[in-house]
T-cell receptor, first 113, second 113 residues
Framework: AQSVTQLGSHVSVSEGALVLLRCNYS??????LFWYVQYPNQGLQLLLK??????LVKGINGFEAEFKKSETSFHLTKPSAHMSDAAEYFC???????????FGQGTTLQVKP | DAMVIQNPRYQVTQFGKPVTLSCSQT?????MYWYQQKSSQAPKLLFH???????NEADTPDNFQSRRPNTSFCFLDIRSPGLGDAAMYLC????????????FGSGTRLTVV
């Protein structure tokens, strides 16, 4: 069975600082991996995804993530945090045979001025 | 723009009174999903349709039902809402399973009073 673990339920950074949100997954097959962002009372917006090919994936709003098979990780980074990045972030893995997404518990990103 | 639309955005229902949430899509995707997201938790899949084939998650309560009359529409019926059913309900769509393209609606926030 597939699973996702997000290390750190809350991350706080200063505006302009590096953002690093950690995600580790468990999967017996090559995974599809995703990062979603959720603002209060909103749905989920896709930031980026990894399917195959290049392991460094660039997404929207300056975010990127690197798939590291040896570490079973898919950490999300952004070089310089902006106040508008404050939100809930979910890492997810997809079951290839159903398309079902299995989510991590989420990380709340706080950006301090 | 092609999208997933959920109505209403906010729904208040009385304890035990049946309620229906709706989802429509203009993406012509084969698969439609319903996720439940309780406060400060990750989204949890309730069920999904692949075309007309209904797939219920093993731990989805019998209180939750779904209908998909055509490709574009999908409904979530809660027969007798309890206080524990208060949550954000997210509809999502994708192309056939195995696709890495999942699109979420904005969600319906359900309050049970």
């Amino acid at each position: 069975a597939q699973s996702v673990t997000q290390l750190g339920s809350h991350v706080s950074v200063s505006e302009g600082a590096l953002v690093l949100l950690r995600c580790n997954y468990s999967s017996s097959v090559p995974p599809y991996l995703f990062w979603y962002v959720q603002y209060p009372n909103q749905g989920l917006q896709l930031l980026l995804k990894y399917t195959t090919g290049a392991t460094l994936v660039k997404g929207i709003n300056g975010f990127e993530a690197e798939f590291k098979k040896s570490e079973t990780s898919f950490h999300l980074t952004k070089p310089s945090a902006h106040m508008s990045d404050a939100a809930e972030y979910f890492c997810a893995v997809s079951e290839s045979n159903t398309g079902k997404l299995i989510f991590g518990q989420g990380t709340t990103l706080q950006v301090k001025p | 723009d092609a999208m997933v639309i959920q109505n209403p955005r906010y729904q208040v229902t009385q304890f035990g009174k049946p309620v229906t949430l709706s989802c429509s899509q203009t993406l012509n995707h084969n698969v439609m999903y319903w996720y439940q997201q309780k406060s400060s938790q990750a989204p949890k899949l309730l069920f999904h349709y692949y075309d007309k084939d209904f797939n219920n998650e093993a731990d989805t309560p019998d209180n939750f039902q779904s209908r998909r009359p055509n490709t574009s529409f999908c409904f979530l019926d809660i027969r007798s809402p309890g206080l524990g059913d208060a949550a954000m309900y997210l509809c999502a769509t994708s192309r056939p399973p195995g696709s890495a393209s999942v699109t979420f609606g904005s969600g319906t926030r359900l309050t049970v009073v």
